[in-house]
Each structure stands twice: as structure tokens, then as C-alpha cells.
């Protein structure tokens, strides 16, 4: 009976790699599901009324729910959202401080997406001056936005950021505002609006993790095979050593 003899080497490798590749799937996986759920939640309530900013504040769960909005946007105070690509082409996203007249709430509503193809040129964007009924849902990031250097804060309006905080925006201006963006419907005040409702959806997820587990099943025949291999080589290098002179 062959024994099993991989080396005290390859053994540490897959003992140092096997639960990492496992993990890294095993976390795939988790994502996938979060998004599932995410989607399915946006779906259910793509489709429901719109509520009033005075139900919006008692809600615990805002994320994707409908808003109904009226009242004026602030057209000193605009944030452009960097690096935004639509159909290849580079551009911004528009967001604006919005003063709900119901309720007396500022929100931060994103306008949606505009070209930008030549930086030596400022954006330009109107904004309606008169009071406006929209509607709007909330959007709740699953996930904060990987920075490499942090937006700097202060300076000249409008502000030209990679992420956006709106607790932050209400700070600098001094006022009580709803934490979350709102994106806003199509109607007169709207650019383009075909944001994605995740950056990467389940699929991709769950392609991920099969290949995290690929490679896990790869590296445990990979032993087994050496294992096997190098002991067979090594009965028959001994078989050779003793034979006759």
C-alpha cells in the first residue's frame, strides 16, 4: 500500500492558502445574496407611492423608498459628483440642496448626469427658479466609496467631489438636512438619470466565488496528486539503490 507523502513545504502552503481561498468565496457569496436582496427591495418599492418628507423622517428604513417633493432648489450651493462615465463618454453628476417647503427639510437631490468632455470648460447646468413638485427616492450607498486622498472640504462652490456625504454638505452650510441623497425622477428639473443600482450585481458575485473555489478544489488535488507522486518516485529510487552491483 502506498503511503502518502507530500513534504512538510507543500503541506504548509495549502494549510496557509486553502481557508483563505475558502474564505474569499465563501465571502463572494455573501455579496451576491446582499445585492439579491438590495434589488429585490428596490423593485418592491420602485413601485410604491410616493411619501411625504414628514412620513420620510419617522421611516427607519429610507433606503430606495419614493419621496414626494416641493419646494426650490439652491442654485449657489451645487456638488458635482467626479469621474461618471455614461456610453464611455466622461461627466458629473449634478446634485443640488433642495428645501422642502412641507416639511421645512433640506435634502440633497442628484439631478442625474452630465457631460464633461472638456475640463478648461466649467460644467454648465441650469437651475429652475421656481417652486417645483418632484418626486425622488432615496439612495442609501451599500457600501462606502474606496478613496485613495479624501475629497478636500471647504472652498469655492460649486464643489467638485469623488464621493459624496451629505452630512457633510448640510455641516459646511450650517443646516439641518435629510442624511441621505435623493435621485431624483424624470420631470423638468431632471438630466440624465440611468444610474445602476449596484456597481457589480449577484452574478458577478457568485462568478467570483466559483472561482475562489476552483482554485481551493485546484490546490487540494495539486497536493494530493505530489503527495502520491513523490512518494512512488522515492520507493522507486530506493528500489534502484538496493538492487545488485
Known sequence: MRRFRPGWIPTLVVLALLPGLIAL????????EEKRVLLEVYAQREVDA?????????????????????????AGHSVLLDNRM??????????????????????????????WPDRRVPVHFDTPEQTLALNASVYVAPGS???????PVGGQWPHLLNAIDAA????????????????LEPGPAAYRLDWPIVAMGPEKHLGY???????AIALVLLYLYFGW?????????????????
Open 168 to 183: 457633510q454638505v448640510w455641516q459646511q452650510l450650517d443646516r439641518e438636512g435629510f442624511a441621505h441623497e435623493l435621485r
Open 229 to 245: 507522486h513523490n512518494n512512488k518516485e522515492k520507493q522507486h529510487g530506493h528500489r534502484h539503490s538496493t538492487g545488485p552491483a
Open 86 to 115: 455614461r456610453d464611455g463618454q466622461a461627466g458629473v453628476e449634478l446634485l443640488q440642496p433642495f428645501h422642502d417647503q412641507a416639511s421645512g427639510l433640506w435634502l440633497l437631490v442628484n439631478r442625474g448626469w452630465l457631460p
Open 25 to 32: 468565496g465563501c465571502w463572494q457569496l455573501g455579496r451576491a
Open 50 to 74: 410616493p411619501l411625504a418628507t414628514t412620513q420620510l423622517l419617522q421611516t427607519l428604513d429610507p433606503a430606495y423608498r419614493r419621496v414626494h417633493l416641493y419646494g426650490r432648489f439652491d
Open 145 to 151: 466609496s474606496f478613496q485613495l486622498h479624501p475629497d
Open 209 to 215: 466565488a466559483v472561482q475562489w473555489f476552483a482554485l
